[in-house]
């Protein structure tokens, strides 16, 4: 289990998201040995251009042939667009949207919601115009 994310700067004890992931996983039954932690990184590129490293050269990844993306609704396509830059080209990226805060169905109802999908797609049309694929 490759868990990344860093977030401390948000978080009031200054913990990382991917460390606070980890805490989740261990009180869910998954072994310490099976999670791999990447939280050095602050932005999605360079957590995806970890990530792929990791799973071409961590002993307990390299075999990894699909991976599940876990973020929020309105995070999930930019993370996707941005994972499949960097990870290898045979692993299948599937995209799960979290269900809490900002969804798919209430992002409208609020200004910061509105505001947040707004911004969103500003980077997404950045990512696309440098580069960056849907495929």
Not at 18 to 25: F, G, H, Q, T
Not at 43 to 71: F, I, M, N, W
Not at 114 to 132: C, F, M, Q, S, W
Request: charged share 25%; glycine share 6%.
């Amino acid at each position: 289990m490759l868990l990344c994310g860093d977030g401390r700067k948000k978080h009031p004890q200054g913990r990382t998201e991917a460390d606070r992931m980890k805490e989740l996983a261990l009180q869910a039954g998954v072994a310490e040995d099976a999670i791999v932690l990447e939280d050095a990184n602050d932005d999605s590129a360079a957590s995806a251009k970890e990530c792929g490293q990791l799973l071409k050269t961590h002993p307990r990844l390299q075999a990894a042939r699909s991976v599940v993306l876990v973020s929020s609704a309105w995070h999930i396509l930019r993370l996707c667009i941005v994972m499949r830059r960097y990870l290898p080209k045979q692993v299948t990226i599937y995209g799960c949207p979290a269900t809490e805060g900002i969804t798919a169905t209430n992002w409208q109802s609020t200004p910061q919601g509105r505001a947040t999908v707004d911004n969103e797609l500003r980077l997404i049309e950045k990512l696309l115009k440098t580069g960056y694929s849907l495929k």
